[in-house]
């Protein structure tokens, strides 16, 4: 009698949590830190990863006793990875809004002097409205949470920038004008004043963002436009060190009208040729998660909406 053994194939399949895995060592730098991310023992977690490595017939970290990091296979694994993982749970998010429930991520992004909206309140609204969502909210320059929008990493965005400067390959909605005002601390020269120009202010250092933000455009340029020239001597990324600076008198600054009752203490000069921005609302131009589009209407925003849209 012959005996014919069959010839199984194991189809070899990367599954969606090893991907998770290899994302939290990649953002951890550390298997250990990973697992208790993912809530998995180290073994686990190590085992999976190196499985996956064996299908993928390369490694995707380099290990030592001091650190982990990426080797140019997991550079390249990294983002195709991340695409997957928000892919499926964008298609688990169009599921639960199919039936009248809005999960999934909202990812915001603002900068620290948004004015034209009560951010806080906004995002307790929403919760309030879709508590299975998960919120995420990052602070940061408008210039890179213009990138990230595009990128797809934030959903939307509240931006400041120099009136005229429109933020482009994004939906948007421009929110409020705003003039800037100049900060000084108790006891300087201009401190019993209520209004000045900016050559008024042009012999002192000054605190300000770093060159290249759309914050240390729309200062520069006023000082440009009026012919006034001056030094910024200390370049901070946060505005609370900024007004830390001032206070101690090392410099003064300039911050929107708008937001100068969150720093008491500090002398506030209204200026005759101030330098004014537009607030911004931005959101993706491709069709935005349940969770944005829910967010959207929360500000009451129609995703689809073109007056005053911000594509180009």
Known sequence: MIVIEPIVYHDQCMELQQMRYVVAVAETSNFTRAAEQCLVVQSALSHQIARLERELGAKLFDRTSRRVRL???GQAFLPAARQALDAAERA?????????EIRGRLAVGAIPTVTAVDLPAALKDFHLRHPQARISL??????????????????????????????SGVRGRELARGDLVAMVPSGHP??????????????????????GTAARAQSDEAFAAAGVQREVAFEVTTVDFITRLIRQGLGIGMLPAAFV????????????????RMEHLIWSRFPPSPAAAAFLAVLGVSAAESPR????
């Open 261 to 276: 009752s969150e720093f008491p203490g500090l002398h506030v000069l209204q200026l005759r040729d101030a330098p004014a």
């Open 190 to 211: 201009l401190a019993n004043k209520e209004r000045v120009d900016l050559h008024q202010l042009s012999d002192d250092p000054f605190v300000d963002f770093p060159p």
């Open 138 to 167: 990052r602070s940061g320059a408008s210039e890179k949470l213009i990138e990230q929008v595009r990128q797809g990493t934030l959903d939307v965005a509240f931006l400041g920038l120099p009136l005229g400067q429109r933020p």
């Open 92 to 100: 688990r998010a169009e599921v639960a809004a199919a039936t009248g």
């Open 309 to 312: 849209s911000s594509d180009s």
């Open 71 to 73: 080797t140019p296979a």
